[in-house]
T-cell receptor
Framework: DAGVIQSPRHEVTEMGQEVTLRCKPI?????LFWYRQTMMRGLELLIY????????DSGMPEDRFSAKMPNASFSTLKIQPSEPRDSAVYFC????????????FGPGTRLTVL | GQQVMQIPQYQHVQEGEDFTTYCNSS?????IQWYKQRPGGHPVFLIQ?????EVKKQKRLTFQFGEAKKNSSLHITATQTTDVGTYFC????????????FGSGTKLNVKP
């Protein structure tokens, strides 16, 4: 298996622009997680899905952030409008049986908002 | 606030020295997972502990889950330069199964 796939790997955009991050989980995994990592705040769980349904989105910073999982093999994290403080590395991870099993992380998307 | 804290934040050791990082939760946890993230990389799962007082070993790494299931530790014996990275603990609180928290991480640097 190719592992968790994220795209793009790097994104540089200007403040106010819409940003869409993409994730393809490992086939057969029924949980998908979105994380944000910064030096200041560490690794934060933003939202996670079970069988394409959002279970906990309490980590989503504000209404500018939204996440969808239209099917078992694809998820998006959208930021609209983006702000400089959104600059971070965004990781997607997938697992079987949620937090009771190991999570496999993707390589991450490094987002820079100018 | 932060549910899972780790200390120390940074640790610099000479190759061959031992290293320990501690993970403390404000509430009891149903499980503890440990991950390692190499510089520029992504977190990689190391191990999971679920039982009170559980101890697991992986070569030079020893993982413990506290009796009260509120703390955990990772001990590395005789560090090597390949151990460099940030070590994270993560767990699910008993009080809310929908939550999952990562610790703040301990960054380990090993000097050859």
């Amino acid at each position: 298996d190719a592992g968790v796939i994220q795209s793009p790997r790097h994104e540089v955009t200007e403040m106010g622009q819409e940003v869409t991050l993409r994730c393809k989980p490992i086939s057969g995994h029924d949980y998908l997680f979105w994380y944000r990592q910064t030096m200041m705040r560490g690794l934060e769980l933003l939202i996670y899905f079970n069988n394409n349904v959002p279970i906990d989105d309490s980590g989503m910073p504000e209404d500018r952030f939204s996440a969808k999982m239209p099917n078992a093999s694809f998820s998006t994290l959208k930021i609209q409008p983006s702000e400089p403080r959104d600059s971070a590395v965004y990781f997607c991870a997938s697992s079987q049986a949620g937090a009771y099993n190991e999570q496999f992380f993707g390589p991450g998307t490094r987002l820079t908002v100018l | 606030g932060q549910q899972v804290m780790q200390i120390p934040q940074y640790q610099h050791v000479q190759e061959g020295e031992d290293f320990t990082t501690y993970c403390n939760s404000s509430t009891t946890l149903s499980n503890i997972q440990w991950y390692k993230q190499r510089p520029g990389g992504h977190p990689v799962f190391l191990i999971q502990l679920v039982k009170s007082g559980e101890v697991k070993k992986q070569k030079r790494l020893t993982f413990q889950f506290g009796e009260a299931k509120k703390n955990s530790s990772l001990h590395i014996t005789a560090t090597q330069t390949t151990d460099v990275g940030t070590y994270f603990c993560a767990g699910r609180p008993d009080e809310d199964f929908n939550k999952f928290y990562f610790g703040s991480g301990t960054k380990l640097n090993v000097k050859p």
